[in-house]
């Protein structure tokens, strides 16, 4: 079993501009394997967060630590290109001074390798994504910092997106946060969430967390009911026509199984 290796560390981390704190006394442990991703209302401080982490924003209190000599590979929210400016996946790749073998490693890590040649302008929403995150690789780093990495990616793609991001943490032994505004999919490739509004108001395993009355208060009892059907133990099987059946383990609790059959 690996040891557990400390990245980042915040203690009583505060961030204000001119009025109330953006963020507020929060504590954050990020260790090398984690997947943590911050869920929260607009405003709620999550790209402040992240920018702390990636020592882009000061705080006005508390602490950070970065393990010293800690890599860090940032995959932003958005790629503002010069449209006129013909730019190749190779070029952006190699802007990041790593040798072209390297680049074309990193490409084939997030598994768009044939698209070495192709103009970044002609990319799709998710081989843009997949090239960022290549962009981000390159460097070989002990963090991954992912700002909403689906957007503009279709429900498909985004599926896919977040299995390549566990992927890459099973084989690089990286440790990942990103911040994501869609919870199903956050609920289902995490393995802590944490759930901000200026502070911490709850976090812990997706599973848990849809139980938490801070987060029923921040996101609304349906999406917390959502989610927990989503996360129940499936422990049983239907029939075709969508009755439940008992499995292995004991017949499912959830009202919902029943009523509606599938999920
Ligand atoms: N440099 C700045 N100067 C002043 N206010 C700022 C600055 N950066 C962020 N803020 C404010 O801090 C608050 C939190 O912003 P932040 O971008 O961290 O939220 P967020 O949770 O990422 O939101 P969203 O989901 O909308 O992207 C907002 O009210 C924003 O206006």
């Not at 992240?50 to 995959?75: D, F, N, T």
Request: a negative charge; charged letters at 20%.
């Amino acid at each position: 079993m690996l040891m557990t290796e400390c990245l980042v560390t915040l203690k009583n981390a505060t961030v204000r501009f001119d009025g109330p704190p953006v963020i507020d006394g929060i504590n954050l442990t990020l260790n090398r394997g984690d997947i943590v991703t911050i869920i929260g209302p607009n405003g709620a401080g999550k790209t402040t967060l992240i920018k702390s982490i990636l020592s882009i924003q000061k705080l006005s209190g508390g602490e950070i630590w970065l393990k010293p000599g800690a890599r860090i590979g940032y995959v932003p929210q958005h790629l503002i290109l010069q449209p006129t400016l013909p730019l190749s996946v190779r070029r952006f790749l190699m802007l990041t001074g790593e040798p072209e073998a390297r680049c074309r490693e990193a490409l084939a890590q997030t598994g768009v390798s044939h698209l070495f040649d192709a103009s970044i302008h002609h990319l799709s929403g998710g081989e843009k994504q997949r090239v960022l995150i290549a962009r981000a690789l390159a460097r070989n780093p002990d963090l991954l910092v992912l700002d909403e990495p689906a957007q503009g990616v279709d429900i498909n793609g985004q599926a896919a997106l977040y299995d390549l991001i566990r992927t890459l943490r099973d084989q690089l032994q990286c440790g990942v946060i990103m911040i994501s505004h869609d919870l199903h999919l956050v609920m289902a490739a995490t393995d802590q969430v944490i759930c901000l509004n200026q502070h911490i108001c709850c976090s812990g395993r997706p599973e848990d967390i849809s139980a938490d009355p801070a987060f029923i208060e921040t996101f609304g009892q349906q999406v917390a009911e959502s989610l927990a059907v989503y996360h129940h133990h499936h422990n049983h099987q239907h029939t075709l026509h969508g009755d439940v059946v008992a499995g292995d383990g004991d017949a499912c609790q959830h009202e919902d199984c029943h009523s509606h059959g599938t999920h």
